[in-house]
């Protein structure tokens, strides 16, 4: 056989058998599958869950919520990125909301829309600056909260760019 067909074969069938998983938008897959019942995935986490050790801790101390939710309307390869991110978000406080949101919407919105990751560093549409620099001198931050809202969009890029 053709060695770049044989190739070709291979890398597509390392694709059907979800070896390399299909990227998944976190924040799109709440607002269809899980918000009708528990509203914004950031407010429902810090309300109703919470970070005990390094574990998701919901209302019922023996309920393992990584297994709980294997059998909550996800497939596979997305409970582990739904378990971190309501995990990140239990363990943050509503900063984005308070500071961001008069101007802006939400944060998986800004992060879509506003940013681009160029060999691992993120940097702003508007003015291709890197994120970090940028925040700095944007909305009067005090020193420091301009590294915690470049780690907040940093994260929650990831969070709908999941791999
Ligand atoms: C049709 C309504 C409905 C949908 C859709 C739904 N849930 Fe739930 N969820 C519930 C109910 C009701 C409970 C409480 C069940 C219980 O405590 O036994 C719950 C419990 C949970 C809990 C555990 C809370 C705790 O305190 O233990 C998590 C985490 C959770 N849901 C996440 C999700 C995620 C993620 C999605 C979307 C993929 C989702 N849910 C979709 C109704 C829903
Ligand atoms: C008073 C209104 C206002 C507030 C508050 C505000 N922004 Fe902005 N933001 C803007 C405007 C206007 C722009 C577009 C102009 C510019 O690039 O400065 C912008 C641009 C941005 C961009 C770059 C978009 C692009 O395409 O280049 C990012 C990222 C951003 N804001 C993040 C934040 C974060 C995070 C917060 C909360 C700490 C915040 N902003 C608070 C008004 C605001």
């Not at 059998?71 to 990140?88: C, F, P, R, S």
């Not at 992060?111 to 890197?130: C, F, H, Q």
């Not at 620099?133 to 915690?148: R, T, V, W, Y």
Request: charged content about 25%; some cysteine; hydrophobic content about 40%.
């Amino acid at each position: 056989m053709h060695r770049g067909l044989r190739c070709f074969i291979c890398a597509c069938a390392v694709g059907w058998t979800g070896s390399a998983p299909l990227a998944v938008d976190l924040h799109r897959l709440w607002e269809d599958r899980c918000a009708n019942c528990h509203g914004e995935a950031g407010d429902f986490a810090r309300r109703f869950l919470s970070v005990q050790g390094d574990a998701l801790q919901g209302a019922h101390p023996d309920r393992e919520l990584r297994r709980f939710l294997q059998n909550h309307y996800l497939k596979n390869n997305e409970i582990d990125g739904v378990y971190t991110m309501l995990l990140a978000q239990a363990g943050s406080d509503p900063r984005f909301k308070e500071r961001c949101t008069p101007c802006h919407a939400k944060a998986a919105q800004l992060a879509r829309e506003s940013l681009i990751r160029r060999d691992g560093v993120l940097y702003t549409r508007g003015s291709r600056r890197p994120l970090d620099d940028f925040m700095q001198q944007h909305a009067a931050l005090p020193a420091g909260e301009a590294a915690f809202f470049a780690g907040l969009l940093e994260r929650v890029e990831r969070e709908v760019h999941r791999p």
